[in-house]
Nanobody, 115 residues
């Protein structure tokens, strides 16, 4: 069982650069592929960024060059550094851990981009 707790969301001005954090419980964090998803009202949840257990990242096209995903195995934490935020980035951001048939979700953190 893995528990995920996100933090770092809130109200951000366009162009802002917040960092989301996801703290994971459990001592086998390192084997999981970790990801950040987001969901805005009326839309399906979409994958934003993913990082493998070996640290290889992947991004959806809309955030490439603006978002950076990273993980710290010593802290059991995955981060999403967001830059140059746009109003269309407004969503609830969810942390995800995946290994084989096992998938876990955090409770989500709201990011609202508005002036």
């Amino acid at each position: 069982q893995v528990q995920l707790v996100e933090s770092g969301g809130g109200l951000v001005q366009p162009g802002g650069s917040p960092r989301l954090s996801c703290a994971a419980s459990g001592r086998i964090f390192s084997i999981y592929t970790m990801g950040w998803y987001r969901q805005s009202p009326g839309n399906q949840r979409e994958l934003v960024a993913v990082v493998t257990s070996g640290g290889s990242p992947g991004y959806v096209d809309s955030v490439k060059g603006r978002f950076t995903i990273s993980r710290d195995h010593a802290k059991n934490t995955v981060y999403l550094q967001m830059t140059t935020l746009k109003p269309e980035d407004t969503a609830v951001y969810y942390c995800n851990a995946r290994w084989g048939n096992y998938t876990y979700w955090g409770q989500g953190t709201q990011v609202t981009v508005s002036s």
